[in-house]
């Protein structure tokens, strides 16, 4: 099938995150994908391996270099005419339209949709645990104005039930998963300027403008100081190594590095350019713990099993803290008690919604509670199918 993806690149960039996931996705089965994008220099560190050419087919510019995936400029989709109907003219909508996160789309595309037999057009929405998903998810909103009058599009909603649209999951991600073992660990830290020898421990940290990255280093330094037991001779807790997400997480880190009383014990700081996408699934598997933001990263950081905190973006009118309790309750569901409890309150201070914990929960790897119980968590969100099959069988069975 031919799939037109559009996307608007929204400032933290978690949108372009999801789509150019869910358009190389799409690629690798064999689909085509255009992903008409109104800000596509973010694949340049997102997706390096994407290149600029005129396409003299489209009579516009494009980029390749992802199987599959053409990228197309938005304003081209706005500026073409929008009497191009008759097949088969190459800028004809495909098989599926996808408006993702209510971007509205360009009303000469959408005039374009306007035929025999008009293609599927999907509203992709934001990713949430809360109880309207199951009851939105596959609901036809039918066009009564505009170019659009007559047409009907649907909504399909990402979730963590068999009632939801599932997450976005490569056939092969968890294959790839398993076999990122020590030896692999070491050479991309060390290819990344990290000296990691086994048995210290890596923290990973991409986060909002808001995030109380200065109380958490000094909780890690504290806790690198502490000895390994109560013994007098006791060695000191392993060497922690943070690595910092560009952007926010290395200013924080660096401001809080300038004013700390004295230079922090045990804990070493490695900022980290922007990453590729396939780069940052080996930050998340090459640490013990990870602090990410937003929808792309947080879903990366499930499939990764590792103990992980996600800081979601911020509200103005406060509804982030009901859909961060109502993922708490889904991904926590079947813990014990204890270690919800302990892991719930570090979500809600680093999100603001309380007081930051005087001490971490223990997340040692391989061995804490926090370590078991992610892995646990992640094997039942494995049952149910992911985003893309999901989509692929909804747009197929409605003919």
Not at 187 to 202: A, D, F, K, M
Not at 239 to 258: D, E, F, P, Y
Request: net charge negative; hydrophobic share 45%.
């Amino acid at each position: 099938m031919l799939w037109d993806l559009f996307c608007r690149v929204i400032d933290n960039f978690g949108d372009m995150g999801v789509c150019w996931r869910l358009a190389s996705d799409l690629g690798q089965r064999g689909h085509e994908v255009r992903l008409w994008v109104d800000d596509p220099s973010v694949l340049s560190w997102m997706a390096p391996q994407v290149s600029w050419q005129h396409d003299p087919s489209l009579g516009m510019e494009t980029g390749c270099g992802q199987p599959g995936v053409t990228v197309c400029h938005w304003a081209d989709a706005e500026s073409l005419p929008a009497d191009i109907t008759a097949a088969p003219h190459p800028l004809l909508p495909g098989d599926v339209v996808i408006e993702a996160f209510g971007c509205d789309l360009p009303e000469a595309f959408v005039a374009r949709m306007q035929r025999p037999a008009p293609p599927h057009w999907v509203n992709l929405e934001y990713l949430s645990a809360e109880d309207y998903v199951e009851r939105s998810h596959g609901l036809p909103s039918p066009i009564w104005h505009g170019p659009g009058a007559g047409l009907r599009k649907r909504f399909f909603y990402p979730g963590f039930t068999p009632a939801t649209g599932g997450l976005l999951r490569e056939p092969d991600l968890l294959t790839r998963r398993a076999a990122w073992h020590d030896g692999a660990r070491q050479v991309w830290l060390q290819r990344h300027g990290i000296p990691w020898t086994p048995g210290e421990r890596v923290v990973s940290i991409f986060c909002y403008a808001n995030a109380p990255v200065a109380d958490l280093l000094t909780q890690l330094s504290a806790l690198s100081a502490q000895p390994t037991s109560t013994d007098e001779f006791a060695a000191p807790a392993p060497l922690t190594h943070v690595l910092l997400a560009h952007g926010h997480a290395t200013q924080l880190a660096q401001a809080w590095l300038s004013t700390a009383p004295k230079p922090p014990f045990g804990v070493h700081l490695h900022p980290l350019p922007a990453l590729p996408q396939p780069e940052f699934d080996h930050l998340l598997w090459s640490c013990d713990l990870n602090f990410v933001r937003g929808e792309d990263s947080a879903v990366r950081a499930l499939w990764a099993g590792k103990p992980h905190v996600w800081q979601i973006y911020e509200q103005d009118d406060g509804v982030h803290a009901d859909k961060l309790n109502a993922f708490m309750n889904r991904w926590m569901a079947e813990w014990p008690a204890d270690v919800r409890q302990q892991v719930t309150a570090l979500w809600q201070g680093w999100n603001g919604l309380a007081p930051l914990p005087a001490a971490l929960p223990d997340w040692t790897p391989d061995r804490a509670p926090w370590a078991r119980h992610t892995l646990m968590a992640r094997k039942t969100l494995l049952k149910q199918a992911d985003l893309v099959t999901q989509l692929v069988q909804f747009v197929s069975e409605a003919g």
